[in-house]
């Protein structure tokens, strides 16, 4: 018995509200998955917070056909889709993907939306190389807290040249005027 027109309505509401979470969306083709194997991408990829949602292209066309930031992925929607909704660890979620990918050896990446853009698999690939999310904050609070360091040891360093130079001053005087008599005493 197929889907009532009530039905399709809610999976389509539903569809939007998750891609209003998301920050990126992937399309991929399953065909040949059993249950099994998508219950382990779907628990892979909720340890990156992403969702695997398996839902009829036609449902998801309607779900983006008035959203400009999502209507790339209508390029993507052919044969047997599924969309991988990633909310915030990009690179994780993708690598989570590669991986069973590469265990499975059944899916193939058709492509991305992200920020209404479309992205080819090697865009994808690029966003696995970027920091995560805490490496970039660790970055800079490493980069803020490098500064004050710095400043405290230039700080501490003025008063160490300082005395150097002062203490060199009678040593370069006396050298200077030992210099001085040892020339009148050759010329004399």
């Not at 479309?118 to 904050?137: M, N, Q």
């Amino acid at each position: 018995m197929g889907r009532t027109l009530e039905n399709k309505k809610e999976i389509v509401a539903e569809l939007q509200e998750l891609l209003k979470e998301a920050q990126l969306a992937m399309v991929i083709d399953f065909k040949g998955l059993s249950v099994a194997q998508i219950s382990d991408l779907r628990n892979r990829l909720r340890e990156k917070g992403a969702i695997c949602k398996v839902t009829k292209n036609t449902l998801m066309r309607i779900a983006v056909e008035n959203d400009e930031n999502w209507q790339p992925m209508t390029q993507f929607l052919k044969d047997s889709s599924a969309f991988l909704l990633v909310q915030d660890d990009l690179g994780g979620a993708i690598k989570a993907y590669k991986a069973f990918q590469k265990d499975t050896k059944k899916t193939e990446l058709r492509g991305g939306v992200m920020e209404g853009r479309a992205l080819t698999t090697a865009d994808l690939e690029a966003i696995t190389e970027l920091p995560t999310k805490e490496e970039l904050i660790a970055r800079i609070a490493g980069a803020i807290n490098a500064v004050p360091t710095k400043l405290a040891v230039g700080t501490n360093a003025v008063p160490k040249k300082l005395a150097v130079g002062i203490k060199e001053v009678p040593s370069s005087l006396v050298r200077a005027i030992k210099a001085v008599s040892e020339k009148d005493q050759d010329a004399a």
